[in-house]
């Protein structure tokens, strides 16, 4: 059984910094988000940001491979690139929809969170994607308070994805977060509900719903790290990281 820790009230505040500085990059980011824009730029801006806070960058160097440390501060994922799409010289379209990922860590505790952005006018079925992953994500969060089980989050967001005839990534999960930035327990976006930990007050998690428009099946590319869509359809990546109180969730990276 995994061991999930709870956060005390200054733990939570230091977390509550990280988490604001990864909304700060988002909305920055989403910004600046045009066609003709490098992603290598992007992370540059995303970068100094978050140095500028007193924060660092939470993904640049992580890996369990020393030889293939993540190289960028952003997850920058376009069209059918599910997650951890490596930023640099490629030039983000009109049309496309860019998943952006980013984790903080600051005073010793993490803050990670995602969104993905139109560029431009896009088609009606990546509009509707983006809208039904989003949505998802608040279901999910909906679910995520203190008495409930952690499946209960899992299932309310494979509901309302499926329900679109959208499917969700079986292969990656949300996770608890703190002083590490993969804690216990894996957050997965399927499940049974009233399965999984008892949720307690204190418990923060990173809830991250990865929705592909076809198939939910996955390939991991070439250079160890971009997750693809098997069939090539667009996919869609929405993060919060919450905290679960007796009530509403707390949303740290709204």
């Known amino acids: 059984m995994a061991h999930v820790s709870v956060k005390n009230t ?3 505040g230091l977390m509550k910094e990280s988490c604001r500085i990864v909304a700060e990059v988002l909305a920055l980011v989403g910004s600046r988000i045009a066609p003709g824009v490098r ?3 992007l992370d540059t801006i995303a970068e100094d940001y978050i140095r500028s ?4 960058p939470a993904f640049k160097g992580y890996g369990h491979d020393r ?3 993540f190289p960028g501060t952003l997850c920058v994922s376009i069209d059918d690139e599910v997650v ?4 640099g010289g490629g030039k983000i379209e009109e049309g496309q929809v860019v998943s952006v990922d980013v984790g903080v860590k600051k005073n010793g505790y993490y803050g990670d969170g995602a969104r993905t952005f139109p560029v431009g006018r896009v088609s009606e079925e990546k509009t509707r994607l983006l809208r039904v992953t989003e949505q998802a994500l608040l279901e999910g969060i909906a679910r995520a308070r203190a008495g409930n089980h952690l499946h209960d989050v899992s299932a309310a967001v494979q509901r309302c994805v499926e329900a679109a005839g959208f499917s969700v990534v079986r292969d990656l999960v949300g996770h608890g977060i703190g002083k590490n930035l993969h804690e216990d327990p894996a957050v997965p976006n399927y499940g049974e509900p009233g399965t999984g930990v008892v949720l307690k007050e204190g418990m923060a998690l990173a809830i991250e719903p990865m929705v592909n428009a076809g198939t939910h099946r996955v390939t991991v590319g070439e250079d160890g790290w971009t997750v693809r869509t098997a069939d090539g359809k667009p996919s869609a990546h929405f993060e919060h990281t919450i905290v679960v109180t007796t009530g509403e969730a707390d949303i740290l990276t709204r």
């Open 39 to 41: 992603t290598g730029d």
């Open 84 to 87: 951890h799409g490596i930023p």
């Open 53 to 56: 806070r007193g924060g660092e």
């Open 67 to 69: 030889r293939n440390l």
């Open 10 to 12: 200054r733990e939570i």
